[in-house]
């Protein structure tokens, strides 16, 4: 080992307070985004509140509608009591909010009596989701109450918006 004359090894300078704010304050921001980040990706985050009601959970028919949704595959296209897809098809939370229980009734009855536009250009024809047809009407009553038992509160993104 050759000698170059510079004298000893000096350690690094320490960081200095203002470095060590500005380290500390750039971790709390990550870890705050990478927080919220989750919550949002996980669907626990939603306008900051819970926005998803369920009324009349405690009733055996919701509850078998609840399960029908699992066993149909609803969840494979709907979000669902929060956990499902998002953005493949509609969300159901809410569907309570926003329709009556005659109209749910109706829509599994015959969706063109009350959705004009609904012309089987949806997949419920038996192939990517069950056809309404083809459900019990014990089916479709618990399917009903379930939907009907979805509730929103305001400034959920599913929260009925006033006609324009």
């Known amino acids: 080992m050759t000698d170059r004359g510079d004298g000893p090894e000096r350690p690094a300078a320490p960081a200095r307070n203002g470095e060590r704010f500005i380290l500390a304050l750039g971790g709390a921001l990550f870890a705050v985004f990478v927080l919220l980040y989750g919550l949002t990706v996980f669907h626990k985050l939603n306008g900051w509140q819970q926005t998803t009601v369920l009324k009349g959970a405690n009733s055996p028919v919701f509850k078998a509608g609840?399960?029908?949704?699992?066993?149909?595959?609803?969840?494979?296209?709907?979000?669902?009591?929060?956990?499902?897809?998002y953005g493949v098809a509609p969300p159901l939370d809410g569907e309570g909010t926003k329709r009556s229980k005659a109209w749910l009734t109706a829509f599994f009855n015959d969706p063109r009596s009350v959705d004009h536009n609904y012309y089987g250009g949806t997949y419920h024809n038996g192939v990517l989701a069950p056809n309404f047809q083809s459900l019990t009407p014990r089916q479709k009553r618990e399917l009903v109450v379930f939907l009907a038992g979805l509730r929103t509160l305001p400034g959920s993104v599913n929260y009925p918006k006033p006609p324009s």
């Open 66 to 85: 609840y399960a029908l949704t699992r066993n149909l595959g609803c969840t494979n296209c709907h979000l669902v009591v929060d956990s499902g897809e």
